[in-house]
């Protein structure tokens, strides 16, 4: 990796850009829990695990060179800046897209302000679109990734909490009809299956396959928040049989429910009271050996999952969502991508058979949708006459949070008075191609 992208790259001032190799894991786990700690005096070890997990070479798609360094040749070539990529698969509705992650983002204080994320992100999006990764995403504090072309949209976290206080939520049963054990690597294709039921009603998922899912349930490690957890629901009989499965770990003072998936020809709500026992129990045990005392469960999927239908009124009020920052550097070639979802929910609506040339204006670019009788024959691109001259406008990268489904048009209408459709017909076709619907990505850490 030594000569690819640029790299090594003299910075000047004895700093030098570089991939990292195996050699920089201890030096750069260590680096990632100084910086990214909050509190020196209990750093959060964790990250060193997370980041010797992404460095010593199993993990599916990213290795030691798949991060960035910035050393210091004045210094002992000591590590003053560093991010990774992390390569995976997502779906829009069952179109798979891939997606370039970048994370662990650091920098020394003392070297902030020079510029070095932005070179290791140029660095680390050159390699993601040479793997045919047609979007980036990250998730992060607040703003920064703006500069770098990433816009917050798409869902990150929001749920529903369970609080066992709570009146009619602490009821007891006789008999149990299912019972729970950890899952195993053998269980992957059993809980493929039931992941899907997890993903039902979200636009946009991370694809699985075996690599992935033998990754997540045998090799992080656990002290990671990366490390997966995922157990099986089965029913209470001689010959058990698989009816869900649930993938949590203890944050604070609840049980984190992550996934939750159930078998299509099974009651939702049936499982989830069966874990607001099963969890009741655990806490029991904890108050017994720790007396730390949960105060119930937080079903952390987003802002829509089908559990919060089948627990209804015993849930609290939501946990509004965080977001993802996305970056989608050619929208016409995503757009292409996505074809056959845009053309299906044409084909769903009142619009069915559409034909047609929608000219999208996003002020600093512009391209068109051509559709003919419902099919997207191209995305082309078209010259402005003027500053309004299109069907569609919106600025910077709030074109984004529509096509991942965060916001409708009305609601970014709201916020930004430049977002909008131009003409009644421009606005039915809109709210067509782009409704508002819920995510609830598990990404690959």
Not at 28 to 56: G, K, Y
Not at 261 to 273: F, T, Y
Request: glycine share 8%; hydrophobic share 35%.
């Amino acid at each position: 990796m030594s000569d690819q992208f640029g790299l090594p790259r003299d910075l000047g001032d004895g700093l030098v850009l570089r991939w990292a190799t195996p050699a920089d894991t201890e030096a750069l786990a260590a680096f990632n829990v100084n910086i990214h700690s909050d509190n020196p005096e209990s750093p959060e070890t964790w990250l060193a695990r997370w980041t010797e997990d992404l460095m010593r070479g199993d993990h599916p798609t990213t290795s030691a060179s798949d991060f960035t360094v910035v050393v210091d040749e004045n210094a002992d070539g000591k590590i003053v800046s560093t991010l990774n990529l992390i390569s995976q698969t997502w779906l829009y509705e069952d179109i798979p897209f891939g997606v370039g992650r970048p994370e662990l983002v650091a920098t020394d204080p003392a070297y902030r302000r020079r510029g070095l994320v932005r070179k290791q992100m140029t660095a680390v999006h050159t390699k993601s679109a040479t793997r045919g990764e047609l979007v980036q995403a990250i998730t992060g504090i607040p703003w920064y990734y703006r500069l770098f072309g990433y816009g917050m949209s798409l869902d990150l976290g929001g749920g529903r909490d369970f609080l066992w206080d709570r009146p009619g939520n602490d009821t007891k049963v006789e008999t149990e009809a299912y019972q729970i054990r950890p899952a195993t690597e053998a269980d992957w294709p059993i809980l493929q299956t039931l992941y899907e039921a997890h993903n039902r009603g979200a636009l946009i998922s991370r694809q699985r396959n075996e690599a992935t899912w033998r990754y997540e349930l045998t090799i992080p490690h656990p002290t990671s928040v990366y490390a997966r957890h995922f157990y099986l629901v089965e029913t209470a009989e001689s010959t058990p049989q698989p009816v869900a499965y649930v993938e949590y770990k203890q944050f604070g003072n609840t049980y984190h429910v992550r996934e939750l998936g159930v078998r299509p020809d099974h009651s939702w709500r049936a499982v989830g009271l069966f874990l607001t026992r099963y969890f009741k129990k655990l806490a029991d045990v904890l108050y017994e050996k720790e007396e730390k005392r949960l105060r119930g469960i937080t079903f952390g999927l987003g802002i829509a999952h089908p559990v919060y239908e089948a627990l209804g009124r015993q849930l609290e009020q939501q946990r509004l969502p965080y977001a993802w920052y996305i970056r989608v550097p050619d929208l016409p070639a995503f757009l292409r991508h996505i074809a056959p979802v845009l053309e299906n929910r044409l084909a769903q609506s009142v619009l069915a058979g559409h034909s047609g040339t929608c000219r999208i204006n996003l002020y600093q670019q512009q391209f068109t949708l051509v559709f003919e009788q419902g099919k997207l024959q191209e995305v082309g691109s078209y010259e402005p006459t003027s500053v309004e001259d299109g069907d569609l406008h919106f600025p910077d990268t709030t074109f984004l949070s529509l096509l991942f489904g965060r916001n409708s048009w009305e609601e970014l209408n709201a916020v930004h008075a430049d977002c909008y459709p131009r003409t009644p017909e421009a606005a039915v076709l809109c709210s067509i191609l782009f409704p508002k619907k819920p995510s609830w990505v598990v990404g690959l850490g």
